[in-house]
T-cell receptor, first 113, second 115 residues
Framework: GNSVTQMEGPVTLSEEAFLTINCTYT??????LFWYVQYPGEGLQLLLK?????DKGSNKGFEATYRKETTSFHLEKGSVQVSDSAVYFC????????????FGRGTSLIVHP | GAGVSQTPSNKVTEKGKYVELRCDPI?????LYWYRQSLGQGPEFLIY????????DSGLPNDRFFAVRPEGSVSTLKIQRTERGDSAVYLC?????????????FGPGTRLTVT
């Protein structure tokens, strides 16, 4: 079956540090890949997505590249802010645009001033 | 406009009791989804409605769980004979007709605690 593995958290960084949150997946075919963010007290929000190999999704300074050869979709940001503190979820949607996503367990990011 | 809302935000109940969790989707969204998020885990799909009918309920864990959407808008997730293992955050999401998962808008969730 499909699965998503994320690095354990929490990830604790100082403001302006470089961020990487690792995500690897197992799926048949060519899934679409997503990063969602959950700010404290709010619902999950789509952060970025990539639908095919070598695509790069980007939003709000965050980036992730769909690497089929390593089945990875690592999230990066060059300079984090305190306001980036949240839980980040990697997810996949199977080939064919199925509406049923598989989520990773989430990685908490804490950014200190 | 208003986003997806869920009520109550928190629910504490005793083992064996019946609970109902409500979801108000974004107006005009035809699709509605329920997920369960256990502590330290990502959301797990429970059931998907397209209009009034359940298009896919394959994620419901057992027959104690049931969901309805009688008028194609508000949905209620019902859990009978609650167990401590049902404790989790229950998330609702809605999307326009034909949208993929990247167009699912999530509510803030209902935190259910079974004592």
């Amino acid at each position: 079956g499909n699965s998503v593995t994320q690095m354990e958290g929490p990830v604790t960084l100082s403001e302006e540090a470089f961020l990487t949150i690792n995500c690897t997946y197992t799926a048949t075919g060519y899934p679409s890949l997503f990063w969602y963010v959950q700010y404290p007290g709010e619902g999950l929000q789509l952060l970025l997505k990539a639908t095919k190999a070598d695509d790069k999704g980007s939003n709000k300074g965050f980036e992730a590249t769909y690497r089929k050869e390593t089945t990875s979709f690592h999230l990066e940001k060059g300079s984090v802010q305190v306001s980036d503190s949240a839980v980040y979820f990697c997810a996949l949607s199977p080939s064919g645009g199925s509406y049923i996503p598989t989520f990773g367990r989430g990685t908490s990011l804490i950014v200190h001033p | 406009g208003a986003g997806v809302s869920q009520t109550p935000s928190n629910k504490v109940t005793e083992k064996g009791k019946y609970v109902e969790l409500r979801c108000d989707p974004i107006s005009g969204h035809t699709a509605l989804y329920w997920y369960r998020q256990s502590l330290g885990q990502g959301p797990e799909f429970l059931i998907y409605f397209q209009g009034t009918g359940a298009a896919d309920d394959s994620g419901l864990p057992n027959d104690r769980f049931f969901a309805v959407r009688p008028e194609g808008s508000v949905s209620t997730l019902k859990i009978q004979r609650t167990e401590r293992g049902d404790s989790a955050v229950y998330l609702c999401a809605s999307s326009p007709l034909g949208a993929g998962i990247d167009e699912q808008y999530f509510g803030p969730g209902t935190r259910l605690t079974v004592t």
